[in-house]
């Protein structure tokens, strides 16, 4: 059964600094689909970026960006000048078939 | 375009009671599933189907019962509510699961219930 581990229950970053959020995986399948999830306090679970395994390109939006490294299953994810509203919850989640979510990182933005 | 609609929000339960959580989307898509999410675990897996008629069970199906009789509905019963299933509730739903190429597979999510069991 796939796996996804977020090792880091919290984190913290100043205003307009940059932070990068971990996320290892388990599979055996050689084709599937990445993504972070955002989920402020009112609850809506909000997609923020997705990662194809079969690209090699590191996916881009905006101030959000993944380093995917699919040998080691690990996909993280670099948020750059962070803003007060990007304090949340971030699920790292992966997907073959059904989708499989990690604990979730606890994100606080210092202003 | 209503997306992905849970009903209700909030609800509190008496241990034993049943109660169905509807969820119905509007963009036409196959794939539906619930997760519950509580804190330290994450979102997991309740149950979820493919396509009208066909279900399956995910990480943590006992308790809960599902139907697909229509591509827009995915209801989840509880048959006889335990303190254990307070929970939140989340509703999602994506086109196809299978074959790349046929979309991100990203989902959509409905906005959660909150479930408390007494």
């Known amino acids: 059964a796939q796996t996804v581990t977020q090792s880091q229950p919290e984190m913290s970053v100043q205003e307009a600094e940059t932070v990068t959020l971990s996320c290892t995986y388990d599979?055996?399948?050689?084709?599937?689909?990445l993504f972070w999830y955002k989920q402020p306090p009112s609850r809506q679970m909000i997609l923020v970026i997705r990662?194809?395994?079969?690209?090699?390109q590191n996916a881009t939006e905006n101030r959000f960006s993944v380093n995917f490294q699919k040998a080691a299953k690990s996909f993280s994810l670099k948020i750059s000048d962070s803003q007060l509203g990007d304090a949340a919850m971030y699920f790292c989640?992966?997907?073959?078939?059904?989708?499989?979510f990690g604990a979730g990182t606890r994100l606080t933005v210092k202003p | 375009n209503a997306g992905v609609t849970q009903t209700p929000k909030f609800q509190v339960l008496k241990t034993g009671q049943s109660m169905t959580l509807q969820c119905a989307q509007d963009?036409?898509?196959?794939?539906m599933s619930w997760y519950r999410q509580d804190p330290g675990m994450g979102l997991r897996l309740i149950h979820y189907?493919?396509?009208?008629?066909?279900?399956d069970q995910g990480e943590v199906p006992n308790g809960y019962n599902v139907s697909r009789s229509t591509t827009e509905d995915f209801p989840l019963r509880l048959l006889s509510a335990a303190p254990s299933q307070t929970s939140v509730y989340f509703c999602?739903?994506?086109?196809?699961?299978?074959?790349?190429?046929?979309?991100?597979?990203?989902?959509?999510f409905g906005s959660g219930t909150r479930l408390t069991v007494v």
């Open positions: 999602a739903s994506s086109y196809s699961s299978g074959g790349l190429g046929t979309g991100p597979y990203g989902y959509t």
């Open positions: 989640a992966y997907r073959a078939n059904d989708m499989r």
């Open positions: 990662q194809e395994a079969y690209k090699q």
């Open positions: 599979t055996s399948e050689s084709d599937y689909y």
């Open positions: 189907s493919v396509g009208a008629g066909i279900t």
């Open positions: 963009m036409n898509h196959e794939y």
